[in-house]
């Protein structure tokens, strides 16, 4: 029976296990690659989740120390326990960094295959990208990407989608390390919502500065997936609390959805597919009227480059997912069944994992059996070209 419900979430976590940099850089990098440090302070719980940098798990980078939120690994602890820190990497849940302990979890709750977004790096390398040292900054890219191919993935062939990092600061370099994990099997690029956000160029560069990435990424057939929080800066009021904070972190999914339409990118990179991950589905069709709204009264004298409705990449170019989306879920027909993947999120606090037939099966009840299946793991298949293991594989 959990066979043949499965799901294939095209959203999970993993917290990098501590030997991920320092047992894979060259020796001359060690002391500044990233390394998970403690203290023997216990962490100040806060408003904004965790406690001050140097108290508790944290993650030290080229000097810099980032702190660890629980609300990042929530499973296995009891909600009140969300907003602390956790005070030592050996309190985290083994299903956190465990690969083993996820693969079980796995199992039991009928996720036949995950895609996994890092915790360090930033849902879109943002750290790694961000950081000055652009040759330290490569070395740890790519050392995460064999992480995830020599470690994570190889421990259940078929159980979990290669998703890789790139590079921003150069796309010939981008480029070099999507081929080289094309050859291993990548199926896709976990990419930034909005890089001009970041600091580099934007979609809408003169000089076509992502065309050389975006034109491996359709060749290789990798998907571009975009996490709500990876362009890492959200247009809160600077005295906004960390509920308004968090409540606006899925606003920059809507703002790049219509930058990749109106840019012209899908026109010059028809095959180029973009997933937008943890944004939810609800507000898409609005979005899309919108667009199309504006397309068909401004196109003919705004020297666009769109030759189509916007609302015609959906599905073709544009898919959406959900963890926990009744009014989304609701539309599906709407909105084309074929456009619609499912999210466990787990280790989050938002994962619905152990729960997740209960969740999903009262979010897709009024769809027939087929489209159900789709939703569930068929559009997963086909976008990211693969196929999973049976549950238990090894």
């Not at 247009?235 to 703002?255: C, G, I, R």
């Not at 990179?269 to 991950?277: E, R």
């Not at 897709?364 to 049976?390: C, I, K, M, T, Y």
Request: charged share 25%; net charge negative; with cysteine.
């Amino acid at each position: 029976m959990a066979e043949e419900w499965g799901v294939v979430s095209v959203d999970d976590h993993l917290i990098e296990p501590p030997d991920t940099w320092t047992s894979r850089v060259p020796a001359r990098y060690l002391d500044r690659c990233p390394k998970v440090i403690e203290r023997d302070v216990p962490p100040v719980e806060t408003s904004v989740g965790f406690g001050p940098a140097g108290q508790g798990f944290a993650w030290e980078f080229d000097g810099r120390v980032m702190p660890f939120s629980g609300l990042a690994c929530s499973v296995g602890h009891d909600p009140e326990e969300w907003r602390r820190s956790i005070p030592t990497f050996a309190d985290l849940y083994p299903g956190c960094h465990d690969v083993e302990v996820r693969l079980r979890d796995m199992d039991e709750a009928g996720v036949l295959a995950s895609l996994n977004f890092p915790t360090m790096p930033g849902f879109g390398g943002t750290y790694l990208n961000n950081n000055q040292d652009r040759d330290l900054s490569l070395v740890c890219i790519r050392a995460f990407n064999d992480f995830v191919f020599d470690e994570w993935c190889a421990a259940a062939p078929g159980r979990f989608i290669p998703g890789i990092i790139v590079p921003y600061w150069d796309p010939a370099l981008a480029v070099a390390e999507i081929e080289r994990n094309a050859a291993r099997g990548a199926r896709a690029i976990i990419f930034t919502e909005r890089p001009h956000v970041q600091g580099f160029p934007s979609l809408y560069d003169p000089a076509r500065y992502w065309d050389p990435v975006f034109a491996a990424a359709e060749h290789h057939e990798l998907v571009l997936c975009c996490h709500i929080g990876s362009s890492s800066q959200i247009d809160s009021p600077p005295e906004a609390d960390y509920m308004t904070h968090m409540a606006e972190t899925w606003l920059n999914a809507p703002y790049s959805l219509t930058e990749y339409a109106l840019s012209g990118t899908f026109e010059r990179f028809p095959g180029l597919g973009v997933v937008y991950s943890e944004a939810s589905i609800g507000w898409m069709p609005f979005v899309f009227q919108t667009l199309d709204r504006y397309w068909n009264q401004r196109a003919p004298y705004s020297g666009t480059e769109v030759r189509r409705p916007p609302s015609e990449y959906f599905g073709r170019n544009i898919f959406g997912c959900f963890i926990e989306d009744h009014v989304g879920a609701d539309q599906i027909e709407q909105l084309g069944v074929e456009a619609i993947m499912v999210e466990v999120d787990y280790p989050h606090a938002d994962t619905i994992w152990p729960d997740v037939r209960k969740v999903i099966d009262e979010q897709l009840g009024h769809l027939d059996a087929a489209d159900q299946r789709r939703v569930r793991r068929g559009n997963a298949e086909r976008v990211f070209r693969f196929q999973p293991s049976p549950l238990g594989t090894r």
